[in-house]
């Protein structure tokens, strides 16, 4: 986490430093103050206001899991399709 690899001194004059060109625009006429960094820094290396994880962090697990259910369906169908006209073939042999 960035917490751990920089002081909150450090990230705060990262983040008065940083220079994007996509935002040269917004930050040009107003940039960020002392304070929005010193506000900035502090919920970065706060771990209590960090977000807790939500349904998002399952949404791939649960689809992957969905999607290998649907596959196993699918091939179990094809494969019972295939088995019954074998066995109507021989049959008429």
Not at 62 to 85: D, E, P
């Amino acid at each position: 986490l960035l917490r751990d690899r920089m002081g909150k001194v450090a990230m705060t004059s990262a983040i008065q430093q940083a220079q994007f060109l996509v935002m040269n625009g917004t930050y040009k006429n107003s940039p960020i103050t002392a304070q929005e960094a010193v506000h900035l820094a502090e919920y970065l290396s706060s771990e209590d206001l960090q977000p807790s994880s939500s349904m998002e962090d399952n949404v791939s697990l649960i689809g992957t899991i969905i999607g290998i259910v649907a596959l196993f369906g699918i091939v179990g169908l094809y494969r019972n399709n295939s088995y019954r006209a074998a066995v109507r073939t021989r049959g008429n042999a």
